[in-house]
């Protein structure tokens, strides 16, 4: 039995040791991962997410990524446009049988309330990260299914007002528009709605390149 993290479509590399979940009107609770538990969010209850990550400098044996290593700045990169944007974004802790299915998920909308970040010279230059994570009410059902690596997420939920929701995503090397597309909208097909939107920086949808912010249009 192991478990994944998501944060905005993005797989952890390493999995927390815990996640502290705070409801609303309610005594702390504490998620141990290696417990074989994930904190079940009751219908109708808002929470507060508390959990400490590793972003390994080096690629252990141990850590996952989607497609191949990434150093602790893309990670924190991305996570900092979000807290600075001020977007949703979705978090996933997925439950992951032997045999590579998805047993069972956590998944909610959550804020990026707080980001700390520590490095420590004791544990090879690794980046340890303290995040808070303030749950965003939704309206709607959302599936979720486990795609390699990858979470894919269906029947996004509706926001709490009609003005369009743009994220955005930090382009790193093996990416595409049709991935980024698949991954973040749930159809590489539109991968020209975030061509249409980024034409201020975009010549060619074949052509992107690492570093480049790109503008998503709402899920």
């Excluded at 069972?104 to 700390?116: H, K």
Aim: glycine share 8%.
């Amino acid at each position: 039995m192991s478990y994944r993290l998501y944060l905005d479509g993005m797989l952890m590399p390493v999995a927390p040791a815990r996640i502290v979940a705070r409801h609303r009107g309610r005594n702390r609770t504490t998620a141990l991962l290696d417990g074989g538990e994930v904190t079940t969010i009751r219908a109708g209850e808002r929470v507060e997410l508390g959990l400490t990550l590793c972003l390994p400098r080096r690629p252990y044996p141990f850590a996952r990524y989607q497609r191949h290593f990434l150093p602790p700045e893309v990670f924190l990169e991305h996570l900092m446009t979000r807290r600075r944007e001020r977007v949703p974004i979705r978090f996933i802790c997925a439950r992951i049988g032997p045999g590579g299915q998805m047993i069972s998920d956590t998944n909610l909308r959550v804020v990026l309330e707080d980001l700390s970040v520590s490095e420590c010279a004791e544990d090879g230059d690794d980046v340890t990260i303290a995040l808070t994570l303030r749950e965003h009410q939704e309206y709607a059902a959302t599936r979720v299914a486990l795609e390699g690596q990858r979470v894919i997420v269906h029947g996004p939920a509706r926001e709490t007002d009609n003005r369009p929701q743009h994220q955005s995503h930090t382009v790193v090397r093996g990416d595409n528009l049709w991935n980024i597309a698949r991954q973040f909208l749930g159809d590489g097909r539109r991968y020209r709605e975030i061509f249409d939107l980024n034409q201020d920086q975009l010549r060619n949808p074949n052509l992107i390149f690492p570093g480049q912010v790109l503008r998503l249009p709402a899920a």
